[in-house]
């Protein structure tokens, strides 16, 4: 079956732009995560969805938001960008979100400068 | 603040040499994962151990869960360079869709 796809892969974003990164989880699974990931920090949560609603957040300011479709897939967007943003956005899919079956996309290396 | 501490942060072996690689909490966890990481690529999954004392094995690889269920350990019997990457433990929380990452162990191993 499918895995999890992310888009784009690659982004060049300039400070204060907004940016969307987009999520498909594999069929089926209804809960999507989403992580950072940098080398000073390693990887953190933001949140999750599950059936359309949001039912956990990180510790995130609120330029950090997310959505999910009817069809499980994500989106994460972010306002305002800062340099301090640029990271590895993940996200992992998985059937509950309470499960252990998760399974991470190859991820959005975003780069704002 | 990391819940989970990684040992050591990077390893450098020869191939066909054994390693050891630590992850500690000072929490207890209903379950810890192990994933392996490639540069440019998302975590895959290796393993899940749920039990305290619980060993599993993967071809090479041994992981164990600690009676505490706070500590874990991945044992890596003669590495081979494919063994290259960065091993994350993370821990199952409660909170849904949450899990709780180490720092990683960068393992590297040559030829």
């Known amino acids: 079956k499918a895995g999890v796809t992310q888009t784009p892969r690659y982004l060049i974003k300039t400070r204060g732009q907004q940016v969307t990164l987009s999520c498909s989880p594999i069929s089926g699974h209804r809960s999507v995560s989403w992580y950072q990931q940098t080398p000073g920090q390693g990887l953190q949560f933001l949140f999750e969805y599950f059936s359309e609603t949001q039912r956990n957040k990180g510790n995130f300011p609120g330029r950090f938001s997310g959505r999910q479709f009817s069809n499980s897939r994500s989106e994460m967007n972010v306002s305002t960008l800062e340099l301090g943003d640029s990271a590895l956005y993940l996200c992992?899919?998985?059937?509950?979100?309470?499960?252990?079956?998760?399974?991470f996309g190859s991820g959005t290396r975003l780069t704002v400068v | 603040t990391q819940l989970l501490e990684q040992s050591p942060q990077f390893l450098s072996i020869q191939e066909g040499e054994n390693l050891t690689v630590y992850c500690n909490s000072s929490s207890v966890f209903s379950s810890l994962q192990w994933y392996r990481q490639e540069p440019g690529e998302g975590p895959v999954l290796l393993v899940t151990v749920v039990t305290g004392g619980e060993v599993k094995k993967l071809k090479r690889l041994t992981f164990q869960f600690g009676d505490a269920r706070k500590d874990s350990s991945l044992h890596i019997t003669a590495a081979q360079p494919g063994d290259t990457g960065l091993y994350l433990c993370?821990?199952?929380?409660?909170?849904?869709?949450?899990?709780?990452f180490g720092a990683g162990t960068q393992v590297v191993v040559t030829p």
């Open positions: 993370a821990g199952v929380t409660d909170s849904w869709g949450k899990l709780q």
């Open positions: 992992a899919s998985s059937l509950t979100g309470t499960d252990y079956g998760y399974t």
